[in-house]
């Protein structure tokens, strides 16, 4: 067991020696560093691949970190990686700089590239709204699908396929976040109760009237929601 621990101390000591002979470096932007310090480790996937070269406090209240990857993990620095200040699980007490590589693609970081750290809440933040605001457009793509299919006067099997398409759309809406539902309040319920009453006002003139209830009972379960 001391053999293996050796072993590991010999090797970390000859990796960081390695990063700093012949290292890719780049210089990331951080708010906080939290208690984040030259020699710290930065990590991939838990595996350290460099070390943190320097931490400058700049002009503009926040960190500049240097740091010092290995030249064989150099592809995994791109344009879309993400750069974020953790605890290291691995050497308590410490601070440590985490890369996540986001799946395939991106523009490699050029030697010296300053680029922008983040935190990882602020990131699913992020996440979560672009979610939300790519749920929007769907919603808005489906609402225009919808009202272009009740300007005609459908038969009824395809009033039939109207109706399940609005209770698909508050199912959707019942998972939706918070501005989707004032989106749908606002603009897509008045929108649609339009569209239903003058398809009824044409099924009324057929003496189809009638046909139109499965409608309307749909909308007031999406206005429910």
């Not at 308590?92 to 693609?105: L, M």
């Amino acid at each position: 067991m001391i053999g293996i621990r050796l072993l590991g101390v010999i090797f970390i000591g000859w990796f960081l020696a390695a990063c700093q002979g012949n290292a890719f470096t780049i210089h990331v932007r951080f708010p906080d560093v939290k208690g984040l310090v030259k020699e710290d480790r930065v990590l991939l996937n838990e595996q350290q691949i460099g070390k943190v070269a320097g931490v400058k406090y700049t002009s503009k209240a926040d960190f500049l970190v240097d740091i010092a990857v290995a030249e064989q993990f150099k592809a995994k620095l791109t344009d879309k990686a993400r750069f974020y200040v953790v605890q290291d699980t691995g050497r308590p007490g410490r601070a440590a700089v985490e890369v996540f590589a986001s799946g395939e693609g991106g523009n490699p970081l050029q030697e010296g590239a300053v680029v922008q750290g983040s935190t990882k809440t602020e990131d699913m933040v992020n996440d979560l709204f672009a979610s939300m605001q790519e749920g929007l457009r769907e919603l808005e793509g489906q609402l225009e699908e919808f009202v272009d299919n009740l300007k005609e006067i459908p038969q009824k099997e395809e009033i039939e396929r109207l109706r399940k398409e609005l209770a698909r759309l508050a199912e959707q809406m019942k998972r939706a976040g918070k501005s989707a539902k004032e989106k749908l309040e606002k603009e897509v319920i008045p929108r649609i109760e339009q569209e239903i009453q003058r398809l009824k006002e044409k099924l009324r003139k057929l003496g189809r009237e009638d046909e139109a209830k499965p409608l309307e009972v749909e909308l007031e379960q999406l206005k429910k929601i």
